[in-house]
């Protein structure tokens, strides 16, 4: 068992989820009550992840963090050091695939909250923030559970954007999906197979707490 990948990729999934969190409640609340033009093109752009393949969202994300474009120079001057296969290059990484998961479950929660809930706070006298404090966060509390635990899943499991991204350097990018192939290329199917079960097991209790968190809010409606 590979415990330094495990403890990189759980590194990497809370990194992933406090970074994203709170960016993909403000673009899945924009999405949720905005009415403007292009919306649909929005909403077909958060959901790419979902259907492109892993090695083509990577290659890009590699050309883009490589030192010959401005994002990469810009976070060489920052960081001191390429962004390319770093720990933060991950992490940026892994926030732009995990949009979909974070941002599709809030959405849905956000547009199921009765349009005269917020109309009547408003009418109340309660700011905007507060709205949004008293009224959405609650409401749609099942729905930002089921983001954080799908996109907190989904980096743990993420293999093809980490691999083209980060690579393969102990202590730095090889996550435990990483560290699984590199185990089954080394023909040591033992440690392979028990850093699987660790990562099924993990993906059974996201997808029991993910259907939980839905039934509940089903019943809310």
Same mark, same amino acid.
């Given at each position: 068992?590979?415990?330094?990948?495990?403890?990189? /990729?759980?590194?990497?999934?809370? %990194?992933?989820? #406090? @970074?994203?969190?709170?960016?993909?409640?403000?673009?899945?609340?924009?999405?949720?009550?905005?009415?403007?033009?292009?919306?649909?093109?929005?909403?077909?752009? $958060?959901?790419?992840?979902?259907?492109?393949?892993?090695?083509? @969202?990577?290659?890009?994300?590699?050309?883009?963090?490589?030192?010959? /474009?401005?994002?990469?120079?810009?976070?060489?001057?920052?960081?001191?050091?390429?962004?390319?296969?770093?720990?933060?290059?991950?992490?940026? !990484? /892994?926030?732009?695939?995990?949009?979909?998961? %974070?941002?599709?479950?809030?959405?849905?929660?956000?547009?199921?909250?009765?349009?005269?809930?917020?109309?009547?706070?408003?009418?109340?006298?309660?700011?905007?923030?507060?709205?949004?404090?008293?009224?959405?966060?609650?409401?749609?509390?099942?729905? &930002? #559970?089921?983001?954080?635990?799908?996109?907190?899943?989904?980096?743990?499991?993420?293999?093809?954007? =980490?691999?083209? =991204?980060?690579?393969? &350097?102990?202590?730095?990018?090889?996550? @435990?999906? &990483? !560290?699984?192939?590199?185990? $089954?290329?080394?023909?040591?199917?033992? /440690? #392979?197979?028990?850093?699987?079960?660790?990562?099924?097991?993990?993906?059974?209790?996201?997808?029991? &707490?993910?259907?939980?968190?839905?039934?509940?809010?089903?019943?809310?409606?």
């Amino acid at each position: 068992m590979d415990w330094t990948a495990l403890g990189l /990729s759980l590194r990497l999934g809370l %990194a992933t989820v #406090a @970074i994203l969190m709170p960016l993909a409640f403000l673009l899945a609340r924009w999405l949720a009550y905005g009415r403007f033009k292009g919306r649909g093109f929005v909403e077909a752009l $958060v959901a790419l992840p979902l259907i492109l393949p892993p090695t083509v @969202i990577g290659f890009y994300l590699l050309t883009a963090f490589g030192q010959q /474009s401005p994002l990469g120079q810009f976070f060489q001057s920052l960081l001191g050091r390429p962004l390319a296969f770093s720990f933060e290059g991950l992490v940026l !990484a /892994s926030v732009l695939v995990n949009l979909p998961f %974070a941002v599709q479950p809030m959405q849905n929660a956000l547009a199921a909250i009765p349009a005269n809930l917020r109309d009547a706070a408003r009418c109340c006298g309660l700011a905007p923030l507060s709205v949004v404090r008293r009224i959405e966060l609650p409401l749609a509390l099942p729905g &930002i #559970a089921t983001a954080v635990v799908l996109t907190f899943a989904h980096t743990l499991g993420e293999f093809g954007v =980490v691999l083209m =991204v980060g690579g393969s &350097i102990p202590g730095e990018t090889r996550t @435990i999906a &990483i !560290a699984i192939y590199d185990r $089954v290329q080394a023909f040591d199917d033992h /440690s #392979a197979g028990i850093m699987a079960l660790v990562l099924l097991v993990l993906s059974l209790v996201a997808l029991g &707490i993910t259907n939980t968190l839905a039934r509940r809010m089903a019943r809310h409606d």
